[in-house]
């Protein structure tokens, strides 16, 4: 473990970083900055622990920056896993070298290869890419990568969960040049730790001892609400917005995104989408936009929203629950940035409940289930209206169990259920099975009939009594 540096000067960086660094304000490393920095410098390889948010850019920066030299020939490379974050690497690096003269290059899809091999060609000193560009560059012969000497894998769990790993294995093994290697991830699932072992050597592990992620310092929620109420929930949310919070919503698929989009707008609430087939430049206009804080809101799936370096986000939803374990953290690692605060709410469906109560117990999570949000002061008319939601109370056998105020004390199975087909004049067959305590009852009801044969049962006594019916969770 490195001695601890309290100010970057501490560090006696390179004249031209060290000038960048304190031009642009910076005093104090971050936590990763301090225990990944002083052994990247040393030329150790380097496993660190660090979401986006807590400063990993310049913790692999500065060393890369500081071993390459402006020769017009690649030396390092940093593979990330979406364009977009390769563009903001980018652009922290290029601040950070300040007048050494670097050239770094950007190398990503979805966009003109010809004119991004001329830039290429132009002289790269360090080049930030997504893998498969990178591969189809080099085989184009527009990028060499034999006399690399410096890799670096950015958000290696997210690439290697992308299925990246043969497209990294590939690089790695055209750099036979290479002499470091640093690796940086907010988590570490098997795949990394493989990873780890095939690509470093005798690695310094820049993290905490128990391999827990570091979670930011968020206020978690969850609501339970069925699919057809979520989008009441989110107007509650969104309505209880200051001006100028803002919100990431996530939903699992671009189909959804886009729907999302639609509704919230049609709702009068403004939000944008983002997803893997909107073009470069647009998804770039809409990150700068959320930067300038133009836009409030956003919707957007998890490969989009991967690497979005917006300090102003308050509030992320996770509208759909996500289907692994780690996209919660890199979710919610989105807000609570460089210590502020920020919120993170999960909409949990009856089907989404055991994917929460995992992802909790993964990343020991307190997530507690609370309420929707009231409406705030002198508000009075809820964005979306609340519906009717059956199919959260629904068997799978299109049941609803309902429980009475009556019991085998009072009356029998027979007489109830007789009397409940009378009053409500509805088939027998729309009843199931019903269970009697000496005072109470649960009595199954198909769910086309549930509705008006509770309002009936509330409307009606049976001899004088109030039956009280209250439907049960499934
Ligand atoms: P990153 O985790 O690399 O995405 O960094 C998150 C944000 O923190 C970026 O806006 C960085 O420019 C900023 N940042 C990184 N290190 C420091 C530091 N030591 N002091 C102040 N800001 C920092």
């Not at 907010?186 to 993290?207: C, I």
């Not at 989008?231 to 699992?252: K, P, S, Y």
């Not at 300038?292 to 917006?310: H, M, P, W």
């Not at 705030?376 to 959260?392: A, I, M, Q, T």
Request: proline share 4%.
């Amino acid at each position: 473990m490195s001695p601890a540096a309290k100010a970057f000067t501490d560090w006696d960086l390179d004249v031209a970083v060290a000038t960048a660094i304190s031009n642009k304000g910076w005093i104090n490393p971050t936590e990763i900055q301090i225990e990944a920095i002083p052994v990247a410098r040393q030329g150790r390889d380097v496993v660190g622990q660090a979401r986006t948010g807590s400063g990993k850019t310049a913790a692999f920066g500065i060393p890369i920056i500081e071993s390459a030299n402006p020769s017009g020939e690649p030396q390092a490379i940093i593979l990330c896993p979406t364009r977009e974050l390769a563009v903001q690497v980018a652009e922290e690096l290029i601040w950070l070298q300040g007048d050494s003269g670097l050239s770094i290059q950007t190398v990503y899809g979805g966009t003109d290869i010809e004119k991004q091999a001329k830039e290429l060609q132009s002289g790269a000193d360090i080049i930030v890419g997504t893998p498969g560009r990178v591969i189809d560059m080099s085989k184009r012969g527009h990028l060499k990568l034999a006399d690399i000497t410096n890799f670096c894998l950015d958000e290696a769990d997210r690439m290697l969960d992308m299925g990246f790993f043969p497209d990294v294995l590939w690089i790695f093994e055209q750099m036979p040049a290479r002499e470091q290697t640093l690796l940086f991830s907010a988590t570490f699932p098997q795949e990394v730790l493989d990873a780890a072992e095939e690509f470093m050597n005798d690695p310094v592990y820049a993290m905490s001892d128990d391999l827990d992620v570091e979670v930011p310092e968020i206020d978690q929620f969850a609501v339970r609400i069925g699919r057809s109420n979520k989008l009441w929930v989110l107007g509650r949310l969104i309505a209880n917005m200051a001006e100028d919070d803002q919100m990431l919503i996530f939903t699992n698929t671009k189909r959804m995104v886009e729907l999302l989009e639609d509704r919230l707008g049609k709702f009068g609430m403004k939000a944008t989408g983002m997803h893997g087939d909107k073009a470069q430049n647009r998804r770039e206009k809409i990150l700068n936009s959320l930067r300038e804080g133009n836009t409030r809101i956003v919707v957007a799936t998890d490969v989009a929203a991967r690497g979005i370096d917006v300090d102003g986000i308050t509030h992320v939803v996770n509208y759909d629950l996500p289907d692994d374990t780690e996209s919660y953290v890199h979710r919610i690692g989105r807000t609570g940035r460089m210590g502020r605060s920020g919120q993170a709410w999960s909409l949990v469906s009856k089907e989404d409940m055991a994917a929460l109560d995992k992802i909790a117990n993964t990343w020991n999570l307190e997530i507690p289930y609370v309420d929707a949000p009231e409406l705030p002061e002198g508000v009075n008319r809820d964005p979306v209206r609340k519906r009717e939601d059956w199919s959260e109370v629904t068997d799978p056998f299109g049941m609803v169990s309902v429980s009475l105020e009556i019991g085998s004390a009072t009356v029998t199975k027979r007489s109830l259920a007789d009397w409940i087909v009378n009053e409500a004049r509805i088939p027998e067959i729309a009843l199931g099975e019903i269970q009697m305590k000496d005072t109470s009852s649960t009595i199954q009801i198909h769910v086309e009939k549930a509705s008006y044969v509770i309002d009936v049962i509330k409307k009606r006594q049976f001899g004088g009594l109030t039956l009280n019916p209250s439907i049960l969770e499934f």
